[in-house]
């Protein structure tokens, strides 16, 4: 009779839950596998099993973690903008008003004329109009954020008492996302007229000291 060894009778151990960092690294991998889809066929054109299937888990775990397609939307726009516009909290942000502002500009300006950014704003712009949850989803995760991070800090008491006393607060980071976009048609229409970066630079200067002689 062959004598038992350890390895025979140690019973075989479980795979066990993953570990976090698998589960993030997974969550990751279908953020970007869905990123991906939206931009090649757009939002309507991608169902969750084509999602699913491609970045190999089940539909369940789509609704588990995101809630379903619009919560998967809003987890792509929030990785983008994580990656592009790393902005810490503004209405903490101890530093000199220009500072700050010039700062959130810079990297504001380099999102919006990000080649992906620009082509996830026309799937947008071209499916809104027949698909509210596309629209919300998107002004959730994106314009929506920008614009309460730039409120608050417009309305900080000490940034506040710095501005013109009539400047109307409510109005102040549409002007400012308008002072830094520029002229947005000709950039979608258009974008091999985008100027290069130095210049671009140079006239984003320019558009910001209009927003500081509007505002002081």
């Known amino acids: 009779m062959t ?13 066990g839950r993953p570990k976090a960092s698998e589960v993030e690294a997974r969550t990751r991998e279908l953020i970007d596998v869905a990123g991906c889809l939206f931009l090649k066929h757009g939002y309507a ?8 299937r491609e970045a190999r888990v089940a539909v ?49 300006y380099d999102m919006l004329c990000e ?32 614009r309460d991070m730039l409120e608050r800090y417009f309305a900080r008491p000490d940034i506040r008492a710095q501005l013109r006393p009539d400047a109307p607060l409510a109005l102040l980071p549409s002007h400012l996302i308008a002072c830094i976009n520029g002229d947005p048609v000709v950039r979608y229409l258009f974008p091999e ?9 140079r006239v984003l200067a320019q558009r910001l000291e209009l927003f500081y002689r509007s505002i002081f």
């Open 3 to 15: 004598k038992a060894t350890p390895e025979t009778t140690s019973p075989v151990k479980s795979a």
């Open 193 to 201: 007229r985008e100027p290069a970066r130095e210049e671009a630079r």
């Open 45 to 52: 054109g991608v169902s969750l099993e084509t999602i699913a």
């Open 60 to 108: 369940r775990t789509i609704y588990v973690k995101f809630g379903g397609k619009a919560g998967l939307l809003k987890a792509v726009l929030a990785a983008r903008r994580e990656r592009f516009f790393p902005v810490g909290k503004m209405d903490v942000d101890p530093r000199p008003l220009r500072e700050v502002i010039d700062e959130f500009a810079g990297y504001f």
């Open 115 to 146: 080649p992906d950014a620009m082509t996830l704003q026309r799937v947008v712009m071209a499916e809104a109009a027949t698909n509210p949850e596309l629209a919300e989803a998107f002004y959730e995760a994106g314009p929506r954020m920008t």
